[in-house]
Structures are given as C-alpha cells and as structure tokens.
C-alpha cells in the first residue's frame, strides 16, 4: 500500500480552480494501488485529483456545519483502487449478471475520405437522426461505414447535426482552452442555514433538484446523495433514460417524470424548486433557460440556491449548443487522435474520464457552495475537463502495482433486480437504484 502525503499538485489545480483554500489542499491522502493505466495523457493522477477535491469539499462542508471552517476539516483519505474502479463503473454494472450495453452498434469511429468519424448512436433518436441524415438504406454498421467513406468527416459530422444527431470529426490537434470551473453568477444572499450534520454525511438535509442526463451530471448527483443529499432527479416524459445506465448512475436519489410545459407538472415542480438547496443541470446552454430555468432566473427567484450547470463543449463559441458526450469530445478534442494506435485509428482514454472527473467536480462546487452559505452559481463543461487533463495535470508517475476491481465491487437489490456495481470512493450506498421514472416527485420529510 503506498500513501501519498503532502501537497498533489493535479489535486491543488481542481482544488483552486474551485476556489478552495490553497493551505487546504494538501490534507488529501491518497493510498492504495492506482489504476487507469499509464497511457500518453495523466488519467489517473485527474481521476484521483477531482475525487481528492470532492473529498475535501466534503470534509470542508462538515466542518462547517459543526461551526468551524475549512481548518478544522479532517483529513481526506482517497483510496486510488476505489477511484479507479469508479471511474469505469459502467464496464462493472452487471444487471442480473447481464453485461450493458454501453455502445450501440451505429456508435465508434469511422473512416471518411479525408480522416476519421466519431459517432454516438446509443438512442434510438439519435440513431434515427444518424440514418436520416445520411439516407442509410439500413441501421446497419456496413451501410454506414460504406456512406462515411464517400464523404469528409466535416460533411458527416455537419449533415448528421443538422438532422439532431451526433457526429464529430476526429481533431489532429487539441481545442481551444477552456476553463476548468467558472464562477458565474453571486447572489449575495445565504441560502438556508443546515446546522450540524451526522458523521460521514456533510450532505445531510441538503435538497438537490437533479436535471442532468446520463454519466456527469449523475455520476455527480450519487455522490451528494451518498454524502447524505436528498436528491430528486427530474426528467420529461418521453425521453427514456437507458436502463443500463440508470442502473449505474441511478443510485443515491430519486426519478420522477414531469412535463415542465403542462402546467400542473410545473405547478409541482416549481413547489419543489421553492424548497432545494441546490439545482444541478446537464442540458446545453440554453435549453432550460427557455423554460425560464437558467441560472439567473434560478438566483432571482431563489438568491441563496447552489447551483452548478455542466454541458459538454463549453459555454461559449460556435458549438457552445450542439450536444455531446465524453466520448465525442474526447474526439473533437484531438484526444481521440492522441491515442491512435499504430495503424493510425483513433482510440479512447482508458475509462470515461471527462465524464467521471467532472462529475466528481460538479459535486465539489455544489458542496463548496453550500459550505460557502449558498447564492452562486458555478459552470462546468466535459471540454473544460478535457483541456486541463492536455494542458495542465501533471503526470506523478507510476504508483505501487497490486490494482484489483474485485475489493470495490458491491452487489445490491434495486428496480432493475441484482445489480453488481461499482462502490464509490466515498463508501457504500445502502440501496440500489429504483427504476428511473417511477418514484414520486415530492421531497423526502426532513
């Protein structure tokens, strides 16, 4: 076992860019095997830097609530076999011993004419976008391979967003720098006072609207609700959430169904925006601030909620609103090409880490946030992950050998019946997932 003390620097980067105190950061002690592997780009020292920060926004949160401060926290142990089993957590899901589906066959890489394609086809409508937008005679990976390789990647990828699906061309260099974290907007107004909370839960009380969407956003959202959150996950009807995933991000909260543009569905869910803490979303830029949702509506209406926004590609510039996922920004980045294997196809980081590492992120803001007395909100983005891992994590060096999954994997009843799944790095959930959609829309008493 090897046990890391001192200062991380990767660690003090996510520690700062949330705006911790610097002399803070260094309480983080890292110890076990690592894993995630030792490829061209600091996976694993990003992967234990954002949970290190989350730990330590926790230890400052509890702190807090027992009427100290930062320091006063306790120390922070982060365990590297957890947080590398965590970071791949969708590969261990196995529901009634079922392996997932974690890609659909319509989603990888592609060769077009003049280099190569990344596509995400895992649901159905944008599977039907994909064939639609490039008059595929079938869903079929022939019939797409052969339509890619009669065209440029760029074609592709513009023919296939205008139709509302997902393509992106294989970057040969990085993007544009981007922020880690942004501090968007301050209220100036506390937000409800939490008094002290139990051992091991700094969350405890806290209510967490969760409008976020497969990995990020809900892989932050079970952290909060594992740090004793309350958290109700809002979803539209008509937009199935896989079940595969659910069945790993679902743990630690609550799924409910509401139309917010009928009107007694809104009438519900703004009773239960009238009683969060924290609001957390993973829509683009723009899509809820339709709904009168975004960030300043959240502060003007509610000054001292947490609020923390991610999207993938950034808050500003040209494709701040085209969807994405880790592994389309992964692409688009020139990570893909990165890790292109000799006979120059592109690859893939060694686990979803700009989806797990600014999750974790995510739920380090919301806590900072609170520990902070509430009234601000904090942006996020996959891209912004991503251009800290290129340009500024630094590589520690190979850790001690001896990573096992098998030590950090659980099995738990649930909605979707016997789940094996992945522990967090913050302990045990004491139940699995229900099945998404079907629980009330209502908070649980205090």
Request: glycine share 16%.
């Amino acid at each position: 076992m090897t046990i890391t003390n001192g200062q991380d620097g990767a660690t003090a980067q996510a520690w700062a860019a949330l705006g911790g105190a610097p002399e803070f950061a260094g309480r983080v002690r890292y110890l076990g095997a690592p894993g995630l592997g030792q490829g061209p780009l600091p996976v694993r020292e990003l992967a234990r830097a954002t949970v290190g920060a989350c730990a330590l926004a926790a230890a400052e949160l509890a702190a807090v609530r027992a009427g100290g401060g930062a320091a006063d926290a306790d120390p922070a142990p982060v365990d590297e076999g957890a947080v590398a089993t965590a970071f791949v957590s969708e590969r261990h899901v196995r529901v009634r011993g079922r392996e997932p589906v974690n890609f659909a066959p319509l989603s990888g890489f592609w060769r077009a004419a003049d280099g190569w394609l990344r596509t995400h086809a895992n649901y159905p409508h944008h599977e039907a976008a994909l064939v639609r937008a490039l008059g595929l005679p079938s869903a079929t990976p022939q019939a797409l391979r052969a339509a890619v390789a009669g065209r440029t990647a760029v074609e592709v990828q513009e023919r296939v967003y205008g139709e509302g699906g997902l393509a992106v061309a294989v970057a040969g260099g990085y993007g544009d720098p981007r922020p880690l974290v942004e501090t968007v907007r301050r209220s100036g107004a506390p937000g409800r006072a939490l008094g002290r909370a139990p051992a091991g839960l700094p969350a405890a009380g806290v209510r967490v609207l969760d409008l976020t969407r497969v990995i990020a956003g809900p892989v932050a959202t079970r952290t909060l609700g594992l740090l004793g959150a309350d958290v109700l996950r809002i979803d539209p009807p008509g937009m199935a959430e896989a079940a595969d995933t659910y069945a790993d991000t679902g743990f630690g909260k609550r799924s409910a169904l509401l139309d917010l543009a009928a009107a007694e569905d809104r009438a519900v869910f703004e009773g239960l925006l009238a009683e969060a803490d924290a609001v957390v979303t993973g829509y683009r830029p723009g899509a809820l601030d339709r709904l009168g949702l975004g960030a300043a509506e959240l502060l003007e209406r509610r000054p001292g909620l947490v609020v923390a926004q991610l999207c993938a590609w950034g808050w500003d510039g040209p494709w701040a609103g085209r969807r994405g996922f880790d592994s389309l920004v992964q692409a688009g980045y020139g990570i893909a090409a990165r890790y292109a294997g000799p006979d120059g196809v592109p690859g893939v980081l060694p686990a979803q880490a700009l989806d797990h590492g600014t999750g974790y992120l995510v739920a380090a803001g919301v806590l900072r946030g609170l520990a902070e007395g509430g009234g601000c909100a904090l942006r996020f983005s996959l891209a912004g992950t991503a251009s800290w891992l290129v340009r500024e994590v630094p590589a520690a060096g190979p850790g001690a050998p001896g990573y096992a999954a098998q030590p950090w994997l659980r099995a738990s009843d649930s909605g979707y019946g016997q789940l094996r799944h992945a522990a967090s790095p913050f302990g045990d959930w004491p139940a699995g997932p229900s099945r998404w959609g079907t629980d009330r829309a209502a908070w649980l008493p205090r």
